[in-house]
């Protein structure tokens, strides 16, 4: 078969294309090596950038902790702050021996964490921020008797983005006290929700989670 600039063309759309859409996805989400060691402290300074559509969330005045990572794996708070009103921010930082970690404490956006350090050549630090999940729900008991708290455990597949169809398995849990219980900072997912109130009530649901609140009464 004779091969024709059209055809040419056509072959290279459908094959280099995907594979540069995938090189930068791969290059915008994954982030670089950080260099650990005896870090020096002082002013860990960086970004929040938002990586899709949350509505009226803003990226100002959203709560930063900065953990310290040890050679040993083991994890410590250090440092919290929060971002100016575009999203800037510069925390304070004590010395640490291994590197630093930054994570979103917020509602109204996931919470995403990323290495960081203050050794070596770097740049500001980016911190990508995706639309949150606010899971509220209200208990009630037939019998009209009060709730008052229980265990409850959730699991999910969180999808990621529109080019992976799924992502990490999202598993927590905890308790509860009174008749509410609420969540915050969750991926978009269908969730599933196990919870044990205090008098021997349990109750197994499945909850298409968006972005945004979720409000939910479940009758006991």
Known sequence: MQLTPRLVLLALVLLVLPALVTALFLARNAHPAVEAGAQPGGALEGRLEPRDPT???????????VGGRGADGSLRELARGRSSEDGHFAIDVPPFDGRYEIRVVEGAWQSEVVPASLLGERGPCVLPLRGASQLDLAFVRRSGTPVRGGRWTITGEASRSWFSASGATLERSGTFDGARLSLVGLPPMRA???????????????????????RHTVEI
Do not use: M
Not at 55 to 65: D, K, N, Q, T
Not at 195 to 211: E, N, Q
């Open 55 to 65: 509505g009226a969330a803003s990226i100002g005045g959203v709560e930063l902790v």
């Open 192 to 214: 599933r929700i196990l919870v044990r109130l205090d008098g021997g009530d349990r109750t197994d649901l499945v909850i298409d989670l968006a972005i945004g609140p979720n």
